[in-house]
């Protein structure tokens, strides 16, 4: 999809923390956000994605979030790492769980296109995106 | 005219005249505000229905969240847990 439609303009995609898991999801949403304040906010979300492990066993600890960043080319380690021991981003991670409770969302992947909801698998995205994309 | 008026009043049962008009006056007034509510109540049915059906406003999310070109035909907006 990224091929297809956002290098070419047709498609926007717009992150939103929905981190109810569980502590670590709070820590890896809070180091995306500092990887965002750098402009690498994609880059190093697929990375972490990648990295999956179980759900709070250790995997998306403070020490494993700082590492991988490592991986990500033009990133300001330091300044990255002071953001992510301080949890700077803590109040923009849970307005955003905030909204998403209040607009009913329990559950993740959840996927709003052209602002309506669907309940629908990733895979089933593309579809839907190729349903409205215009003529 | 006016006889012929006179007499049909007349020839109606005492005092039923005035009160069967009032009754009707008082009818016609019922079924005006009956009407406007039974509109006002239907516009606020359909304007539920409408704002809960009306998609999510608009978000402001840091630019570095964001994929894509902003005036995109197509916006996806992905609500996710990195765990």
């Known amino acids: ?135 | 005219m006016a006889k012929s008026s006179e007499r049909r009043r007349r020839g109606q049962p005492p005092g039923k005249s005035s009160a069967a008009r009032g009754g009707a006056g008082n009818n016609t007034v019922l079924y005006v505000v009956g009407a406007i509510a039974i509109v006002l109540v239907a516009g606020l049915v359909i304007l539920q229905i409408i704002s809960s059906s009306a998609p999510a406003a608009a978000v402001a999310v840091a630019d570095g969240r964001k994929w894509g070109s902003e005036s995109a035909p197509v916006k996806v907006e992905l609500w996710s847990d990195f765990q």
Not at chain 1, 39 to 59: C, H, M, T, V
Not at chain 1, 67 to 78: N, P, R, S, T, Y
């Open chain 1, 1 to 135: 999809m990224a091929a297809d439609y956002q290098d070419k303009g047709k498609v926007q995609v717009i992150y939103r923390h929905f981190a109810f898991i569980g502590g670590e999801s709070f820590v890896a949403a809070n180091a995306a956000e500092c990887a965002a304040d750098q402009n690498k906010f994609w880059p190093y979300a697929d990375l972490i994605f990648k990295r999956q492990s179980g759900e709070n066993k250790g995997q998306f600890s403070t020490a494993n979030l700082k590492k991988w960043a490592g991986e990500i080319a033009g990133l300001d380690m330091a300044a990255f790492n002071s953001c992510v021991d301080s949890n700077a981003k803590d109040t923009i991670v849970r307005k955003d769980i905030a909204e998403g409770q209040s607009r009913g969302i329990n559950v993740t992947p959840t996927f709003y296109v052209n602002g309506k909801k669907y309940d629908i698998a990733s895979t089933q995205l593309p579809t839907l995106v190729n349903s409205l994309m215009p003529k």
